[in-house]
């Protein structure tokens, strides 16, 4: 039981240049969750899914597409990377019992130049 | 304003010590509160989760709510270097499905030995 996985762990990109992370969790778990991790910030929601085939936005998803490619793969694309979206990227799922925990990935380091 | 707002720090405190750690947040209508423990490089993972006002203790940990003050607080008794992380308060509301999370933007804790 991995948890939840996401690939890369880090990654440099130009403006401009698009790429796609990859998150996958083995808990079969409905809800999934993007968010990013900025100094200061803390924790905002980029997207979520509540289930497989919907996707709805979360607090700053300009910039952002997702992908809920089924129940356990939930992708994020950058279609033309900006400097200031050079953060921490951190995927969750959530567990629909009682303490409504979010689980969370090891994240993604993405530096835009 | 921002929905949930929490005493950057960073602080140091020396092993054995009490840490208090605090947020407050703005929307009434919260219903659930956790503390999450963020180790350096890692993803966050739950430590405590209450729904109701009054203290909740697990170890050395105790988690406490006052809905009336909107000010939640986690304390950590007898301290260890091992405690050293960034702790974030999140809390959640309930939004159609999406049950979305609201995080406070972290305290960097030390622990020295």
């Known amino acids: 039981n991995a948890g939840v996985t996401q690939t890369p762990k880090f990654q440099v990109l130009k403006t401009g240049q698009s790429m796609t992370l990859q998150c996958a969790q083995d808990?079969?778990?409905?809800?999934m969750y993007w968010y990013r991790q900025d100094p200061g910030m803390g924790l905002r929601l980029i997207y979520y899914?509540?289930?497989?085939?919907?996707?709805d936005k979360g607090e700053v998803p300009n910039g952002y597409n997702v992908s809920r490619l089924n129940k356990r793969e939930f992708s994020l694309r950058l279609e033309s990377a900006a400097p200031s979206q050079t953060s921490v990227y951190f995927c969750?799922?959530?567990?629909?019992?009682?303490?409504?925990?979010?689980?969370f990935g090891p994240g993604t380091r993405l530096l835009v130049l | 304003q921002k929905e949930v707002e929490q005493d950057p720090g960073p602080l140091s405190v020396p092993e054995g010590a009490i840490v208090s750690l605090n947020c407050t947040y703005s929307?009434?209508?919260?219903?659930?509160f956790m503390w999450y423990r963020q180790y350096s490089r890692k993803g966050p993972e739950l430590l405590m989760y209450?729904?109701?006002?009054g203290n909740k203790e697990d170890g050395r940990f105790t988690a406490q709510v006052d809905k009336s003050s909107k000010y939640i607080s986690l304390f950590i008794r007898d301290s260890q270097p091992s405690d050293s992380a960034t702790y974030l308060c999140?809390?959640?509301?309930?939004?159609?499905?999406?049950?979305?999370?609201?995080f406070g933007s972290g305290t960097q804790l030390t622990v020295l030995p």
């Open positions: 969750a799922s959530r567990d629909p019992g009682g303490q409504e925990t979010q689980y």
């Open positions: 808990m079969n778990h409905n809800s």
């Open positions: 899914s509540a289930s497989e085939g919907t996707t």
């Open positions: 929307n009434s209508a919260f219903q659930y």
């Open positions: 209450t729904y109701s006002s």
């Open positions: 999140a809390i959640w509301l309930s939004s159609g499905s999406a049950r979305q999370l609201t």
